[in-house]
């Protein structure tokens, strides 16, 4: 089975703009995850999809958002981007339901400029 | 919620050395525990885990015990390699029955040949 895939894998913004990252969960896959990487805060939850609906969000301002399709495709979007938004934005898929299993894709590197 | 405590790296060992990363965890209940995996410019990969009181979980010769009594998962390996140098996060869900998970700071290992 293909594993979890991101794109863009890279990508540089400046403050003011807004960016959308896509994630391709594992097939058969039905909860996606979406966390955020810095090396000063390390690894940080951001939100949870299942069956396209949100189930879990963590504390982040309303400018981070994200959204899940019919076929678990999920995407996140980050408005007025701030400096402080550069980091590795990583998502994990999971079955769903009994299994908490996370699995990660190889990340979407955001540097704000 | 339930979190995690790592130790603090960097850990620096020779080739063929005994590994082990310390994990503590606080959590109401028994949740399922994880080790993950970063290395260089990649995503997490899943190393191990272990979902009830004295499982052990091991992948690729490393180990780690689910400890209720001392709320432990520490990692071991009994002879590492030049590739294990990595950063190595243990995890838990965030709150009981949720997938999201809550990570430890990371243990950057770096084996020397």
């Known amino acids: 089975k293909a594993g979890v895939t991101q794109t863009p894998r890279y990508l540089i913004k400046t403050r003011g703009q807004q960016v959308t990252l896509s994630c391709s969960p594992i097939?058969?896959?039905?909860?996606v995850s979406w966390y955020q990487q810095t090396p000063g805060q390390g690894l940080q939850f951001l939100f949870e999809?299942?069956?396209?609906?949100?189930?879990n969000k963590g504390n982040f301002p309303g400018r981070f958002s994200g959204r899940q399709f019919s076929n678990s495709r999920s995407e996140m979007n980050v408005s007025t981007l701030e400096l402080g938004d550069s980091a590795l934005y990583l998502c994990?898929?999971?079955?769903?339901?009994?299994?908490?299993?996370?699995?990660f894709g190889p990340g979407t590197r955001l540097l704000v400029l | 919620g339930d979190s995690v405590t790592q130790m603090e790296g960097p850990v620096t060992l020779s080739e063929e050395a005994f590994l082990t990363i310390n994990c503590t965890y606080t959590?109401?209940?028994?949740?399922?525990l994880f080790w993950y995996v970063q290395y260089p410019g990649e995503g997490l990969q899943l190393l191990l885990k272990?979902?009830?009181?004295?499982d052990k979980g091991s992948n690729k010769g490393f180990e780690a015990t689910y400890r209720k009594e001392t709320t432990s998962f520490h990692l071991e390996k009994g002879s590492v390699q030049v590739s294990d140098s990595a950063v190595y996060f243990c995890?838990?869900?965030?709150?009981?029955?949720?997938?999201?998970?809550?990570f430890g700071s990371g243990t950057r290992l770096q084996v020397q040949p």
């Open positions: 995890a838990l869900p965030r709150d009981t029955g949720r997938r999201a998970l809550t």
């Open positions: 959590a109401t209940g028994y949740p399922s």
């Open positions: 097939s058969g896959h039905r909860s």
């Open positions: 994990a898929s999971s079955l769903g339901a009994s299994d908490e299993t996370q699995y």
């Open positions: 272990a979902t009830k009181a004295d």
């Open positions: 999809y299942f069956s396209e609906t949100q189930r």
